[in-house]
């Protein structure tokens, strides 16, 4: 089965920095781009970056370019966001998704996510 | 950028009846949509994607439909465990925008 677990969420505070690790089992990691996806609380849903299966490809919203960056360990099977110059507006659950396939975007498969807070 | 306006943004059913949740894309996306549910307290999960074509293991009282801007979610007979938020989320293109969300609630 397709797992995926996130892991590194906490309190940080305003200007400070936090590491993101999404830990993925039950496929072939190394064929699959990835995303990171966030919810503040009580809001909607919000991509915030992916990562192409061989880390040749890169995009990311406008809201975390330049502070934010996605990375991937394949041998490792493990998915990173590295977050620098947080904000409040950056208080979320964040969660690692996979897409279906190789042109098939759509985001088939979710971790269970892992909160970050953003507070002095 | 892609805006995608969905509607109602909530909406309160009983058990049996039938809901058609709407998303509106800001420009043509040629059916590049994937619908969510998300459970309270839950993940998101995959219902629909390329507008019409059910996940594994979706129950067929759901279905997509929609084409160009415009784009439904069909929820036929409702039943408890359906109760939640959804989204939709375009493709066509980058940023990947959702929706606002819908959230389900029961009557």
């Known amino acids: 089965d397709v797992q995926l677990v996130e892991s590194g969420g906490g309190l940080v505070q305003p200007g400070g920095s936090r590491k993101l690790s999404c830990a993925a089992s039950?496929?072939?990691?190394?064929?699959?781009?990835m995303h990171w996806v966030r919810q503040a609380p009580e809001k909607g849903l919000e991509w915030v970056a992916y990562?192409?299966?061989?880390?040749?490809?890169?995009y990311y919203a406008d809201t975390v370019k330049g502070r934010f960056t996605i990375s991937r360990d394949n041998p490792k099977n493990t998915l990173f966001l590295q977050m620098t110059s947080l904000r409040s507006e950056d208080t979320a659950m964040y969660y690692c998704a996979r897409e279906g396939g190789s042109s098939l975007p759509w985001f088939a498969y979710w971790g269970q996510g892992t909160l970050v807070t953003v507070s002095a | 950028d892609i805006q995608m306006t969905q509607s109602p943004a909530s909406l309160s059913v009983s058990v049996g009846e039938t809901v058609t949740i709407t998303c509106r894309a800001s420009e043509n996306i040629y059916s590049n949509l994937a619908w969510y549910q998300q459970k309270q307290g839950k993940s998101p999960q995959l219902l629909v994607y390329a507008a019409t074509n059910l996940a594994d293991g979706v129950p067929s009282r759901f279905s997509g439909s929609g084409s160009g801007t415009q784009y439904s979610l069909k929820i036929n007979s409702l039943q408890s465990e359906d109760f939640g938020s959804y989204y939709c989320?375009?493709?066509?293109?980058?940023?990947?925008?959702f929706g606002g969300g819908t959230k389900l609630e029961i009557k």
């Open positions: 989320q375009h493709f066509w293109g980058t940023p990947w925008t």
């Open positions: 990562i192409s299966s061989g880390s040749s490809t890169i």
């Open positions: 039950g496929f072939t990691f190394s064929s699959f781009g």
